[in-house]
């Protein structure tokens, strides 16, 4: 049953890729890393949190409630910086890949 909850998401979140190829992981990065900046930050905190909620819905990450919408934001930034190579991909695909790794379900 997991494995299939995982598969669906997973095609889920590849198909919403096409609806969201306007983002990459390089304008998704900018936009996290620019606290100055008001309308950037709430696109940024947005994006994840749509993003994430979408995981955590679906059981593919497991953050509950402890988790804070900064922590989510702290672990996709990390990831991004870790891997300069992939921000070129789409920012949906690297932010699920960021917090799967960081918010695995047990």
């Excluded at 309308?39 to 409630?65: P, R, W």
Aim: charged fraction near 20%; include cysteine; proline fraction near 3%.
């Amino acid at each position: 049953m997991r494995l299939r909850a995982v598969v669906v998401g997973a095609s889920l979140v590849w198909s919403t890729s096409a609806f969201a190829t306007f983002d990459s992981g390089n304008t998704l990065f900018d936009n996290c890393n620019n606290p100055n900046d008001a309308s950037k930050q709430f696109y940024c905190l947005g994006y994840l949190a749509g993003v994430s909620d979408l995981l955590d819905g679906m059981h593919i990450i497991c953050t509950g409630e402890r988790i804070s919408l900064d922590k989510i934001k702290d672990a996709v930034l990390k990831y991004l910086r870790e891997h300069p190579e992939q921000r070129g991909m789409d920012a949906d695909d690297l932010v699920a890949t960021a917090l799967v790794l960081a918010f695995p379900c047990k």
